[in-house]
């Protein structure tokens, strides 16, 4: 088990903000009101993950899959990002936060991309607060390319194909060097994972809230945490086995 200050706080989050869309259509605004209402949602909930001791937190903000979607909605998500980092970078600064990204950044908008290689190098020597943006991410894309990576090592002789495992191939995720999320938040209602760190979740423990993202703040943070706090995590142990101290 995790040993930190507090054994009952995630070190990890990772949260699947969604519902900005419905919080918009309910008051009879535009899809990207509910959006701008996101962002503030974004920062509320950072504050309140610090707060908490949360040291790493992962927001799903635009999937592989959500380029389908109308290009006005599109590109006003984009010019939001922007907005965002630019305002975002001296916050981050000021309160010591790692900013990172996962996904497939290369293939982000060029202004985007320069905004994220900028906030990533300026906060790149932070280590207590972690905050990473999942940007162009789909896990079986993340999978794909981590395959790719991997057979190349092999080609090139810096792998063995006979030593082949989940601790080697884990180096070559976008994840590599971030613990695996301890609990996954979901809001708006949906009871699905849609395309989100399949294979980091794999022992999280995960909480639905029906809170569409733009309503969700310390509060649900705080509500999601004790939640987890009741569970007990197994790892395919036995209850008395956990309770026992068993590593
Ligand atoms: C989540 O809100 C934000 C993104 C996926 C970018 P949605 O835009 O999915 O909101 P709903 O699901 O339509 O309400
Ligand atoms: C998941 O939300 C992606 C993000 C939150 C960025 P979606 O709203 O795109 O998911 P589906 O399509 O309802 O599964
Ligand atoms: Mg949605």
Wanted: charged letters at 30%.
């Amino acid at each position: 088990m995790p040993s930190h200050g507090h054994a009952k706080i995630p070190q990890h989050v990772a949260i699947i903000m969604d519902g900005n869309g419905r919080w918009a259509k309910q008051r009879g605004l535009p899809r990207l009101e509910g959006h701008r209402r996101g962002v503030e949602a974004v920062r509320t909930t950072m504050n309140a993950a610090r707060e908490l001791g949360i040291r790493y937190i992962t927001l799903y903000a635009f999937s592989v899959e959500n380029w389908k979607r109308p290009q006005e909605e599109v590109g006003g998500l984009m010019g939001l990002l922007e907005l965002y980092l630019k305002k975002e970078l001296s916050t981050f600064v000021r309160d010591g936060v790692r900013f990172r990204t996962i996904g497939r950044i290369d293939d982000m908008p060029a202004g985007v991309r320069r905004l994220l290689r900028e906030t990533e190098a300026a906060t790149k020597h932070f280590t207590e607060w972690n905050f990473i943006l999942a940007l162009n991410y789909g896990a079986q894309t993340e999978a794909a390319d981590a395959a790719r990576a991997y057979a190349a090592a092999v080609r090139d002789g810096q792998e063995k194909l006979e030593d082949a495992s989940w601790e080697r191939f884990h180096r070559y995720l976008y994840t590599a060097d971030l613990p695996d999320p301890d609990l996954l938040i979901r809001t708006s209602g949906e009871l699905r994972i849609s395309n989100f760190l399949l294979l980091q979740l794999a022992y999280a423990e995960m909480v639905f809230t029906p809170t569409l993202w733009p309503d969700f703040g310390k509060a649900e943070l705080k509500a999601a945490i004790d939640e987890y706090a009741k569970r007990e995590r197994r790892y395919g142990r036995t209850t008395e086995q956990i309770k026992a101290g068993t590593k």
